[in-house]
């Protein structure tokens, strides 16, 4: 075999795996729960791979929450005020990014990072296509602005999230 037979190869072994996690890993946002099997796939085959080295930021308070990010090799830190916590494998984040909004906290790698990435403009148009842009905005008004939450919308978001480890707020 060549290098380019082995490297295709490769590639196809690695996007097998990650589109055999695609319905779990999309099923376990909360502003995606919604979507059937086809149109979590299908949603998986946008994003794109995105490596940072030790020590790069991978968010940063400092900028706008413009993509959603999930975490699938390496170790990263969530830096807040006042903890620091390691980022959870295939936990994502910037999902709620359908409100133009800051990052919540700093995220450092601590080794080579691997992580699948989609920009906020194609995941607002999938999601409106989809017919599904308005419940994710919903939910992550919740998740975002819990005051402003009925008891019910409080006791939804917390069944929507009650799986997480990371943390959703400082």
Same mark, same amino acid.
């Given at each position: 075999?060549?290098?380019?037979?082995?490297?295709?190869?490769?590639?196809?072994?690695?996007?097998?795996?990650?589109?055999?996690?695609?319905?779990?890993?999309?099923?376990?946002?909360?502003?995606?729960?919604?979507?059937?099997? %086809?149109?979590?796939?299908?949603?998986?085959?946008?994003?794109?791979?995105?490596?940072?080295?030790?020590?790069?930021?991978?968010?940063?308070?400092?900028?706008?929450?413009?993509?959603?990010?999930?975490?699938?090799?390496?170790?990263?830190?969530?830096?807040?005020?006042?903890?620091?916590?390691?980022?959870?494998?295939?936990?994502?984040?910037?999902?709620?990014?359908?409100?133009?909004? %800051?990052?919540?906290?700093?995220?450092?790698?601590?080794?080579?990072?691997?992580?699948?990435?989609?920009?906020?403009?194609?995941?607002?148009?999938?999601?409106?296509?989809?017919?599904?842009?308005? %419940?994710?905005?919903?939910?992550?008004?919740?998740?975002?602005?819990?005051?402003?939450?009925?008891?019910?919308?409080?006791?939804?978001?917390?069944?929507?999230?009650?799986?997480?480890?990371?943390?959703?707020?400082?």
């Amino acid at each position: 075999k060549t290098m380019t037979d082995i490297a295709t190869e490769q590639s196809a072994t690695n996007r097998d795996k990650y589109i055999s996690l695609a319905h779990n890993l999309l099923g376990s946002i909360p502003t995606l729960k919604e979507l059937n099997h %086809r149109q979590r796939i299908k949603l998986f085959n946008k994003f794109e791979v995105k490596l940072y080295n030790p020590l790069q930021l991978v968010t940063t308070k400092s900028e706008v929450a413009d993509r959603v990010i999930i975490l699938v090799g390496g170790k990263v830190m969530i830096v807040g005020q006042n903890r620091r916590v390691e980022w959870k494998m295939y936990e994502a984040a910037g999902y709620t990014c359908v409100y133009e909004h %800051r990052w919540q906290y700093t995220a450092v790698a601590q080794t080579v990072v691997e992580c699948l990435e989609l920009s906020v403009n194609e995941y607002e148009q999938y999601l409106t296509k989809s017919g599904h842009l308005a %419940r994710a905005r919903e939910v992550s008004r919740w998740l975002m602005f819990p005051a402003s939450c009925t008891p019910a919308e409080l006791a939804e978001c917390s069944h929507l999230v009650e799986h997480l480890q990371c943390p959703v707020s400082d």
